[in-house]
């Protein structure tokens, strides 16, 4: 076998690989809750290189889980340019005749065409498609869990880590003192200053300095706990947090009844049965 032939081998062997390891990543995206029209789209940007601002491209950037795989298809992708230009060097650079260059064209157009009509059968898809998320159940930890779907994590409300000074008005405090909850914040745990972790801690949780708090609720709110401080002045801006997540609260319920009410068919209409 020429130089030349063993350059087109290896340029189709190359595709090949690609056509897979985008498929894998459409399946891995998919069982991260995409629905598999956006996985594919998502997949295919991403290893070629070309970028889309979307809002399917902003939920995998928020998705921890997505974001690894297309790092990975990035990093891949990098990787293949050099050695597709390499292929095509070798596959053509060669000295022949005409008609040998013409062979080589034909065999390179040839395998391409029979990669893209395999790459087109539903059947060969499905196969795949069940191959690839039995083994990526079997022998991967992917955990496709969508905590940012979860939580709502979009608009205002995120998840942070607070570190605990000393002089700030949670440290020294019970939970159930802090009444956090009234201000529209949610400790999901702490990570006290050995390193270890408390999920889901009790009202009867003290807070201590060194202590590291994960939250949940809106920024405005959590900045506003960062900065607080100890004694009356912090006491009375938790007082004012708290009428104002009241209000805050009263003004989404009334949003919701008005939104629940437009929806609502008219009186007299005529339902299907």
């Known amino acids: 076998m020429t130089l030349g032939f063993i350059g087109i081998v290896a ?6 690989l690609s056509l897979i390891i985008t498929r894998i990543a459409t399946v891995a995206l998919t069982m991260t809750g995409l629905s598999r029209e956006a996985a594919r789209f998502q ?6 290189g070309t970028g889309f601002t979307t809002k399917e491209t902003e939920d995998v950037v928020n998705h921890p889980v997505r974001r690894r795989i297309i790092m ?34 034909l065999w390179l157009i040839g395998g391409i065409v029979v990669l893209w009509l395999l790459a087109r059968s539903k059947r060969i898809e499905r196969i795949m498609g069940h191959g690839i998320e039995w083994a990526l159940r079997r022998w991967t930890e992917l955990d496709v869990r969508d905590y940012a779907g979860l939580l709502r994590l979009s608009g205002d409300y995120t998840v942070t880590e607070q570190y605990v000074r ?3 008005w949670v440290e020294g405090k019970r939970l159930r003192d802090c009444s956090l909850l009234e201000e529209g914040i949610v400790v999901l745990g702490i990570i006290r200053a050995d ?14 300095g060194g202590d590291t708090l994960v939250l ?20 009375l801006a ?20 008005v939104r629940a009410a437009s929806q609502r068919p008219p009186r007299g209409a005529n339902l299907p049965m």
């Open 43 to 48: 997949a295919r940007s991403a290893f070629t």
């Open 166 to 168: 000393e002089g700030d």
């Open 72 to 105: 990975a298809l990035m990093t891949i992708h990098n990787a293949g340019l050099l050695t597709i230009a390499l292929s095509l060097i070798l596959s053509f650079a060669e000295s022949g005749t005409g008609t040998d260059r013409l062979y080589r064209l």
């Open 238 to 257: 938790h007082d004012e947090s708290v009428a104002e997540e009241k209000q805050h609260w009263s003004e989404e319920q009334l949003c919701n009844g």
């Open 216 to 235: 949940y609720g809106r920024m405005e709110k959590l900045r506003a706990l960062d900065r607080r401080r100890a004694g009356a002045p912090g006491d």
């Open 195 to 208: 390193g270890s972790y408390l999920g889901s801690p009790k009202g009867d949780t003290e807070v201590f």
């Open 11 to 16: 340029l189709l062997t190359i595709l090949t």
